[in-house]
Each structure stands twice: as structure tokens, then as C-alpha cells.
């Protein structure tokens, strides 16, 4: 990672931080667990990708006028439901998880009712942060209308739903790619085109953008796939083999490692030919692709 990608998320993750902290101090009497799990699930270690996509999108499109604190309501609100996302993913009923990003699962530090709310609150505090916020009005219902397609039955739900129902079954390649476009693509695609959006990104742009944070949502899942079995717990932050174990099709098990790094490969070439159609400064978002295919962990 350059010296120059490293100092962008170490500073889009400290924009974000303070924005959820703010968002989540909140006390409200006898509910103070759910509020604890809120932030320990939103503000534990994590790479903050899709806020980071934010930023670097509008200030890819806004140059020298970018001003970071115009995204700073959006990368909170896809953070809070990404970590929403993470906390039910990790249930009992769903993967069953004991570990994430280092540290016990939401429900193992807390309980299951109360990692269960804590999502749902998460959700919901996500759209509130957008409805806040200091868009006009046009803006805001494009934002709002980009992260609630990306989350809901359209988007992320529907591909944990796809994948919990291809447990100890056999998926196609297109099959495999329709669950992972949603599941973990739809959200990084939202990322993008809310922070092109902010960039005040016209139609061309924002479908070269598009078609880019679809090779790196792709991506970013592969490379997952790889690591699952490259990569060690400690590394990880989170099981290894885990999904070998629950027999989840992955491209690994369907292409092998070297076909799987062959896909991943493609991916990152198809970013940055969309990168190209933008006819500008794009080297902060080439980078991010780089650290998407190459990152371990």
C-alpha cells in the first residue's frame, strides 16, 4: 500500500469514526446494552472500505473543491449497515460465527436478542443519518433511494438468502456471481455511486464509476475466497476454512485456487478500463482496486 493510500483511509476511518460516535451517543435508560452493542458492532476494528469509497469517489469527480465533511453522513450511514449487515450474518440461524475482525461476535459479547436489535437499530440509524444531513433535498432522495436498493431484497438480503440456500449445494459460475454481486457487491456499488453522486458525477461518469465498483465488489469477494483458505484466523480476524467447513460454494471450490486468482485477476483489470472513461485523476481509485485484489485480510 502507498504512503499515499495509507494516509487517505487512515483518514477517511477517522472522519467516519467521529461521525458514528457522535451518531451513537445516545443514552437511552434500560436500554443501554442495546446501545453498547450498537457501537461495538459500528466502531470495532474494521477496514472502512465502503466509507472510504465515498470519500474517494467525490473527491476523485470534485478535485480541489472536494470537501470531505459533505460525505461524511454517507460513509456513516453504509458503515452502519455494513456493521449491521456483519452482526446478523453472524447469528446462530445464519453462519454461526464466533469470531469477527479479531474480537467474539456481537452476540457472543452480548446475547442473540440483543445483537439481533442491535442490527436492526443499526439499519435504521443509517437512513437517519441521510435524512440529517446537509444534501438539498434531490440529493438526499438519490442517496436514500442508492442505499436502501443496495440493502434491502434487491440487493444484500437477497444474496445472503441466495448463499444460506446454497449451503451443501452445487452453484454455477453465473449463479455464484448473481449471489456475490448482491451479497457483498451491492453495498460497495452503492458506496461508489453515493460518493459520485456527492461529486455531483453527470450520467457518464456515474456508469463508468458503476461498472467499476462492480469489478472491485466482485473482486473484493475472490479475494475473500482466496484467503478463506490462504490465509490463518489470526490474520484473517475471523475463522479460517470457515466456509469449507459449512460446505458454502465458494469460487475456490468451484475454480480451484489458480482459476480463482485468474477471476480475481480479470476483475481488477475491468476497474481500472471503467477508471479510463472517466478522463481524469483517477490514481486514488486505481489504488484502491490494488489494495482490494492484493490486501490480506
Do not use: W
Not at 253 to 275: M, P
Amino acid at each position: 500500500m502507498s504512503p499515499q493510500l495509507r494516509e487517505f483511509l487512515q483518514q477517511a476511518a477517522g472522519r467516519v469514526e467521529e461521525t458514528l460516535n457522535a451518531a451513537l451517543a445516545e443514552r437511552i435508560a434500560g436500554a443501554e446494552a442495546l446501545l453498547a452493542a450498537m457501537h461495538y458492532a459500528a466502531l470495532g476494528p474494521g477496514k472502512r472500505l465502503r466509507p472510504a469509497l465515498v470519500y474517494a469517489c467525490a473527491r476523485t469527480l470534485r478535485g480541489d473543491r472536494f470537501d470531505p465533511a459533505h460525505c461524511d453522513a454517507a460513509a456513516a450511514a453504509l458503515e452502519c449497515v455494513h456493521a449491521y449487515s456483519l452482526v446478523h450474518d453472524d447469528l446462530p440461524a445464519m453462519d454461526d460465527d464466533d469470531l469477527r475482525r479479531g474480537r467474539p461476535t456481537c452476540h457472543i459479547k452480548f446475547d442473540e436478542a440483543t445483537a439481533i436489535l442491535a442490527g436492526d437499530a443499526l439499519q435504521t440509524r443509517a437512513f437517519e443519518l441521510l435524512l440529517d444531513s446537509d444534501a438539498d433535498s434531490a440529493l438526499k432522495l438519490q442517496l436514500l433511494g442508492e442505499l436502501a436498493h443496495a440493502s434491502g431484497a434487491r440487493g444484500m438480503v437477497a444474496g445472503q438468502a441466495i448463499d444460506l440456500a446454497a449451503v451443501d449445494h452445487t452453484l454455477a459460475p453465473a449463479q455464484l456471481e448473481q449471489m456475490h454481486r448482491l451479497k457483498t457487491g451491492a453495498l460497495i456499488r452503492a458506496s461508489a455511486r453515493m460518493g459520485a453522486l456527492l461529486g455531483g458525477a453527470d450520467d457518464s461518469q456515474l456508469a463508468a464509476i458503476s461498472r467499476y465498483a462492480e469489478a472491485i465488489g466482485l473482486a473484493f469477494q475472490v479475494q475473500d475466497d482466496i484467503l478463506d483458505v490462504t490465509a490463518d484466523t489470526a490474520t484473517l480476524g475471523k475463522t479460517q476454512g470457515a466456509d469449507a467447513a459449512r460446505n458454502k460454494p465458494t469460487y475456490v471450490s468451484l475454480l480451484g485456487l489458480d482459476g480463482a486468482r485468474d477471476k480475481l485477476a480479470g476483475l481488477h483489470r475491468e476497474a481500472l478500463d471503467a477508471l479510463a472513461e472517466l478522463h481524469g485523476d483517477s490514481d486514488l481509485l486505481c489504488q484502491l482496486a490494488d489494495y482490494i485484489v492484493q490486501r490480506s485480510h
